[in-house]
């Protein structure tokens, strides 16, 4: 029995891009640039007609606009804005770590941060505010030799010795 024939073509690959393209959002750490600078100004955008919910309800995590407050908040319980606070909580890769990787300077282990989901309109009224911490960590001890070999003493080099001169 004939099977119905997928209507893909090979010439569609401006369509592709054009879709790939449309539904792109900021980057992390373009994302941490607007928490650490200007995330009350976002907050309190002005009207824009031409936005969702007219700019009034966007999420600084995702920088998605929504219509109205509880599509917001419908959205701050879902498993995409949890990720992207968990993508979040690491510091950003920046330049400085591209040339470390490179070769010039040590490794610096990124800083881990806790973040928070941003206050609601209400909660901004009554005067929260985005919270980004940094959060301390501990130097931790270095780890204990387990292994069961022993460790060299110096006893092998005077072996060696004391063969190389009994034979000769």
């Given at each position: 029995?004939?099977?119905?024939?997928k209507?893909?073509?090979d010439?569609d690959?401006?369509?592709?891009?054009?879709?790939r393209?449309?539904?792109?959002?900021?980057?992390?750490?373009?994302?941490?640039?607007d928490?650490?600078?200007?995330?009350?100004q976002?907050?309190?955008?002005?009207?824009?007609?031409d936005?969702?919910?007219?700019?009034?309800?966007y999420?600084?995590?995702c920088?998605?606009?929504?219509?109205n407050?509880?599509a917001?908040?419908?959205?701050?319980?879902?498993?995409?804005?949890?990720r992207?606070?968990?993508?979040?909580e690491a510091e950003?890769y920046?330049?400085e770590?591209?040339?470390?990787?490179?070769?010039?300077?040590?490794?610096?282990?990124?800083?881990?941060?806790?973040?928070?989901?941003q206050?609601?309109?209400?909660?901004q009224?009554c005067?929260?505010?985005?919270?980004?911490?940094?959060l301390?960590?501990?130097?931790?001890a270095?780890?204990?030799?387990?292994?069961?070999?022993?460790?060299?003493?110096?006893?092998?080099?005077?072996i060696?010795?004391?063969l190389?001169?009994?034979?000769?």
């Open positions: 029995m004939p099977y119905a024939r209507k893909m073509h010439g690959t401006h369509l592709r891009r054009r879709w393209l449309r539904n792109r959002k900021k980057d992390l750490d373009e994302i941490d640039a928490l650490k600078k200007n995330s009350e976002l907050l309190n955008q002005e009207v824009d007609l936005k969702p919910g007219f700019a009034q309800f999420c600084i995590h920088a998605t606009y929504y219509i407050d509880r917001l908040q419908d959205h701050f319980r879902t498993k995409v804005h949890k992207r606070l968990k993508a979040l950003p920046t330049l770590d591209s040339l470390r990787a490179a070769g010039q300077g040590s490794f610096v282990q990124p800083k881990k941060r806790k973040i928070e989901t206050p609601s309109k209400q909660e009224a005067g929260k505010r985005v919270k980004l911490e940094e301390i960590e501990v130097e931790k270095p780890k204990q030799n387990l292994s069961k070999a022993p460790k060299y003493d110096g006893q092998f080099k005077n060696m010795e004391g190389m001169s009994s034979s000769s």
